[in-house]
């Protein structure tokens, strides 16, 4: 939502629409933020239209397919709708009543794995200090691992994690052991994003379960949202629905003011 707020604040700050509509200005924007897209819509609605140039917008609807945001990370779909807005010409960096939109977001399997495997994800795997259990090969102190190969499937309901396991210095190539957590997603307040009935196996052996629960005590809140209210933001995840292939989120957003 940020984006789209300064969006606004970049567009009326530069003093005139000069004739063009505000959708076609909003869209060269928006475009010129991804790498390229499919497919991009802009309506903004207004009525009577001069009540745009005075900072009063009836509703923004911004609708996307195929959306490149940088090199392996692409947004199958992306809808947004805002409430009325209503900015101060005189302080773009507040509203005189919150920006508040609904969003909905598509993620296929495809490219969900695509952004696993940039190297922005894959550096931060190479070097994890970890102490690891016996059964995988621990001795009760600090080992250095690597994960390669990372892998996502989404399935009804669940979806499926794995990559392969090397302890530097230790295991011969070719022996990696393939971790995978297979789990739910829970949503909890609409703000943090969790695992449940979540599963372990190393080389398709269930871990026990004492261990997998363990394990899954750390992986739990892998987003909270709530982080987010220090910049003047709030957002809610009201739906989040895994079928195969692909992954599908809806919420909302409202924006009190920009960050900074």
């Known amino acids: 939502m940020e984006w789209l707020a300064g969006l606004l604040a970049l ?3 530069a003093g005139t629409l000069g004739g063009v509509a505000l959708d076609v200005l ?15 819509e802009v309506r903004v609605q207004s009525v009577p239209n001069y009540r745009i140039a ?17 090199p392996g ?26 920006l508040r939109a609904a969003i909905r977001l598509q993620l296929t399997e495809a490219d969900l794995n695509a952004a696993l495997n940039t190297p922005e994800v894959l550096a931060p795997l190479k070097g994890v200090r970890a102490e690891l259990p016996s059964f995988l090969g621990g001795v009760g102190q600090m080992e250095t691992l690597d994960f390669t190969q990372p892998r996502l499937s989404l399935l009804k309901g669940q979806l ?3 990559a392969l396991l090397a302890i ?10 393939r971790l995978t957590v297979r789990t739910g997603l829970t949503v909890t307040q609409g703000t943090r994003l969790g695992f449940k009935n979540t599963q372990f196996y190393l080389d398709e052996v269930a871990v026990p ?7 899954a005590g750390s992986l739990n809140d892998v987003i909270n949202l709530e982080a987010l209210r220090a910049q003047g933001t709030t957002a809610r995840i009201l739906q989040l629905d ?11 957003a409202q924006v009190e003011r920009l960050p900074g």
């Not at 530097?168 to 052991?177: A, L, N, S």
């Not at 379960?209 to 394990?215: G, K, Q, T």
Request: aromatic residues 4%; without cysteine.
């Open 26 to 40: 909003l869209k060269e924007r928006i475009l010129g933020q991804l790498q390229s897209t499919e497919r991009l």
């Open 160 to 162: 499926e994690l794995s």
């Open 168 to 177: 530097v210095g230790k295991t011969p190539p070719g022996q990696e052991i």
């Open 11 to 13: 567009t009326f700050g």
């Open 242 to 252: 895994l079928s195969p292939g692909q992954l599908e989120l809806v919420g909302f």
């Open 209 to 215: 379960p004492d261990l997998a629960e363990i394990f």
């Open 73 to 98: 990370l692409r947004v199958a779909l992306a809808e947004l709708e805002t409430d009325p807005i209503r900015l101060d010409l005189s302080n773009l960096s507040n509203f005189s009543t919150p």
């Open 54 to 70: 005075q900072g009063d917008i009836d509703r923004i609807r911004v609708a996307g397919r195929g959306l490149i945001l940088r």
